[in-house]
C-alpha cells in the first residue's frame, strides 16, 4: 500500500490486559480499527469499556499484548519508546481530560515546546504558536502560566500545543471531561472546526451526544467494537451491534 492511500491509523488484533491490584482487567479484548485521512470518528462507551487503554496504545503510550499497528501504512511493531516519542512530534498530537500542561512553563513555552523539539526553528515555531492562539481565542495570553487560566482555556492551550506541529491525527480522550458546559461548547466546535479543514480526529469520550458531533460513530463495551456507523449521509453501517448505545443525530 503506497504511503498516500494507507489510511492515517489501522489496528489489528489489538489486546491489553491491565495486572493492577486484584483481579485482571481485560480492558481490550481484540480490536480491529481503520481511520482514513480527514475522518472524525468518536469512540464512544460506559467507563471502565477500555476507551482509555484504546488510545493509549493507538498513541503508543501502552504497548499491546498483541496485535498490530500501522501509521499511515507504516507498521508499528518494532518501535521502542523513543520511536514513538518522535511519531507523537511528528504524526500524533494528543490531547486528554486533565490538559496535562507543563504548569511552570508560560502558555507561549507550552505551544512552541513540541515544535521546538521536533527541530522547527525558534522563529517559526512562535509563528506557528502566534497563529495557533489566535485561532483558539488566546491571543494575549500568551505569557500567562497555565493555572491562571480557567479549564476551557487551558484545554484549548493544550490543543494548540497537539496541532502546532500539524500531526495527520489528533487523538483526544474526554477532551471536554473536566470542563464545564460552555468549555464543552468550546472544545467541540473548535474540533469540529479542525475537521472541517481536514484534520483526521479520534475523540474518545463517555458522552454520546459529544460522540454525535462526529461523522462516525464507534461504540465500545467491554474492551471490543459493539457497533460502528456512519452518520448523516455516509455508507450503511458497516456492522451492527449492541442498538440503542447511541444517541445519532436523527
Ligand atoms: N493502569 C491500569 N492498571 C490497572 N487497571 C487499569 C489501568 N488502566 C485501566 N485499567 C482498568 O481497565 C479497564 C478499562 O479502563 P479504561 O481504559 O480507563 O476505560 P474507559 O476509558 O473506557 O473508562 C477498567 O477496568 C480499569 O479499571
Ligand atoms: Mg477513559
Known sequence: MSESTAPVLRAEGLVKTHHGEGAPAHAVRGVDLCVA?????????????????????????????????????????????????????????????????????????????????????????????????????LAGKERSMPGELSGGEQQRVALARALVNHPPLLLADEPAGSLDSKGTREVMRLLSRFHQRGQTILLVTHDARLASAADRVISFFDGRIADDAELDGGPPPRRTGISGVLELKD
Open 37 to 137: 485521512r480527514g475522518e472524525f470518528v468518536a469512540i464512544t462507551g460506559p467507563s471502565g469499556a477500555g476507551k482509555s487503554t484504546l488510545l493509549h496504545l493507538l498513541g503508543g503510550l501502552q504497548r499491546p499484548d498483541a496485535g498490530s499497528i500501522w501509521l499511515d501504512g507504516e507498521c508499528t511493531d518494532g518501535y521502542g519508546e523513543a520511536r514513538w516519542a518522535v511519531e507523537r512530534r511528528r504524526r500524533i498530537g494528543i490531547v486528554f481530560q486533565f490538559f496535562n500542561l507543563v504548569s511552570d512553563l508560560s502558555v507561549a513555552d507550552n505551544v512552541e515546546l513540541p515544535a521546538l523539539l521536533a527541530g522547527v526553528p525558534p522563529r517559526k515555531a512562535r509563528a506557528e504558536r502566534e497563529a495557533l492562539l489566535a485561532e483558539l481565542g
